[in-house]
């Protein structure tokens, strides 16, 4: 049996070319009603005013996508970039250096935006 | 001596030693026989369309990337309404609007061809396998399979087109 790339998690590359598929699809989704909403508010310069991104990030149910979007499009990208890398180059070490360094970028990226959504959403204005 | 430039200065030294090896690793990799590195990678002369929407695949999937990654990272300003207003000030720009707009159009471009590319896996569109037989057709790359990818190629300029106008205002 090969375990795949991602051996960290001893996940199979037909699973994660699943997982890759999936994020890709709700990413779509979710982008698309991202950019949606930005040009909905009326204009996209007032859009981007500081009070209405405050109060973006206060409603819930947007913190909430914006949770969603952040998770799927870092798993997606890191897990894409892992196999641009793949691609590239072969050897143990190197292979066991890309899994290991997109993981913890994509980490590093989820919990940093999640940091800012949950100190956004304490803001009062 | 403050402890940021003593950072800086430990830093700065070991990359003034490093670089040049790096460099030379590089040039070395390029020069291999059958090893061309980026030079074959980014040349998609030869393989057909599909090596070009190959192409467009992967450098759209680095723009959108590098895109999101300083995207989270702007996004962190609204903590403090200066610096959000500091950081408008750039998204406002004819720099900061072409940027988006290419960003909008990469976009299309990766998410039609990405869902073409999970049909195909599926195996959906690729034809039934056939006989090698002169002349030689490659029975996955058939004529919906080329007009869906020059169809993808159309939808992402016609959405550049529309992303610079609503920004650009013409």
New interface residues.
């Given amino acids: 049996m090969h375990w795949g790339c991602f051996s960290i998690f001893r996940i199979r590359e037909s699973h994660i070319?699943k997982i890759h598929?999936s994020t890709?699809l709700g990413a779509?989704g979710l982008?698309a009603l991202h950019?949606s909403v930005r040009?909905a508010t009326g204009s996209?310069?007032a859009s981007?005013s500081?009070e209405n991104?405050?109060s973006n990030?206060q409603n819930l149910t947007y913190a909430l996508l914006l949770e969603l979007i952040?998770i799927l499009?870092?798993v997606h990208?890191?897990n894409?970039?892992r196999g641009?890398f793949l691609d590239?180059r072969s050897g143990y070490k190197y292979e066991k250096t890309v899994n290991w360094g997109c993981f913890l970028f994509a980490l590093s990226?989820i919990i940093?935006?999640t940091?800012?959504i949950i100190?956004?959403n304490q803001?009062k204005i | 001596m403050s402890s940021l430039s003593v950072l800086y200065d430990f830093w700065h030294q070991r990359i003034k030693v490093i670089w040049p090896y790096i460099l030379a690793k590089i040039i070395q990799s390029l020069n291999k026989e059958n090893k061309k590195g980026l030079r074959t990678w980014l040349n998609p002369t030869g393989f057909g369309i599909s090596r070009v929407s190959w192409l467009l695949m992967r450098i759209s999937g680095i723009y959108l990337l590098v895109f999101f990654v300083v995207h989270v990272i702007h996004a962190m300003s609204i903590l403090d309404r200066m610096t959000w207003g500091k950081l408008l000030f750039l998204t406002y720009s004819p720099a900061g609007f072409i940027v988006l707009s290419i960003m909008i159009a990469l976009a299309a471009f990766h998410a039609i061809n990405g869902i073409r590319l999970m049909l195909n896996q599926g195996g959906i569109g690729i034809g039934k396998p056939a006989r090698a037989d002169y002349p030689y057709q490659i029975q996955s790359m058939g004529k919906k399979n080329r007009l869906c990818i020059y169809v993808t190629m159309g939808v992402s300029a016609l959405a550049l087109y529309f992303a610079l106008g609503v920004f650009f205002n013409f």
């Fill in positions: 070319r598929y890709a779509i982008v950019i040009f996209f310069a981007l500081y991104v405050i990030y952040l499009v870092s990208g890191f894409g970039l641009i590239y990226i940093y935006g940091i800012t100190l956004a803001i």
